[in-house]
């Protein structure tokens, strides 16, 4: 079974600063795609990034980006020029792939979550 | 597109009562997921459908919870009878295979 890791529960960075949250995953798929979703304090789950495994270019959107190291096993995101706005739990999710078959095919296994705080 | 819709927003009932959640997912998605999440636990998916069809309900913590899926733009989730440890907000979440997109979630609160 695919297994999410979030190891830092708690990040804080300033406002106009850049930070990272680590995330890592097992899987024996060669294919699958992982996602970063944002948690504010409403608790609206909003979809941040996605990337597709078989994609080596890194995921952008606008501050938005990831570090995806695929042998590692490694999907880092990163925000740059943070806003106050960003201050939320951040989830890491991999979902396997669409030939997967089975029970494994379109669900997310998520990680535990970090809390971001945005210091002004 | 409104997203996708949940009620109530929040639920307050007595141990041994009936909870029934909705959820109107996006058009055109074809999958539809139940999660729950708490601060102890995480999130935790209880069940999904794909074309309507339950996939995979093992998340379903006992044989008090059912969910179904009678038609493409409608599902409910019920738990009878309820307890405290139900306590929990409830997302539904709907997508195609390479993204999912949550609903605002159901606070519930089984006193």
């Known amino acids: 079974a695919q297994t999410v890791t979030q190891s830092q529960p708690e990040m804080s960075v300033q406002e106009a600063e850049t930070v990272t949250l680590s995330c890592t995953y097992d899987?024996?798929?060669?294919?699958?795609?992982l996602f970063w979703y944002k948690q504010p304090p409403s608790r609206q789950m909003i979809l941040v990034i996605r990337?597709?495994?078989?994609?080596?270019q890194n995921a952008t959107e606008n501050r938005f980006s990831v570090n995806f190291q695929k042998a590692a096993k490694s999907f880092s995101l990163k925000i740059s020029d943070s806003q106050l706005g960003d201050a939320a739990m951040y989830f890491c999710?991999?979902?396997?792939?669409?030939?997967?078959?089975?029970?494994?095919?379109?669900?997310?296994?998520f990680g535990q979550g970090t809390i971001l705080t945005v210091h002004p | 597109d409104a997203g996708v819709i949940q009620s109530p927003r929040h639920e307050v009932t007595e141990m041994g009562q009936e909870v029934t959640l909705r959820c109107k997912p996006i058009?055109?998605?074809?999958?539809l997921f139940w999660y729950r999440q708490t601060m102890m636990r995480g999130l935790e998916l209880l069940i999904y459908f794909n074309n309507n069809v339950p996939i995979d309900d093992s998340g379903m913590p006992e044989d008090r919870f059912s969910a179904k899926m009678p038609n493409a733009s409608f599902s409910t989730l019920k738990i009878q009878p309820s307890e405290p440890r139900d306590s929990a907000v409830y997302f539904c979440?709907?997508?195609?295979?390479?993204?999912?997109?949550f609903g605002p979630g159901t606070r519930l609160t089984v006193l």
């Open positions: 979440a709907s997508g195609l295979y390479n993204e999912q997109f």
């Open positions: 058009s055109g998605h074809d999958y």
């Open positions: 899987t024996s798929e060669s294919d699958y795609y």
């Open positions: 999710a991999y979902r396997s792939p669409p030939n997967a078959g089975g029970t494994s095919y379109g669900k997310l296994t």
């Open positions: 990337q597709e495994a078989y994609k080596q």
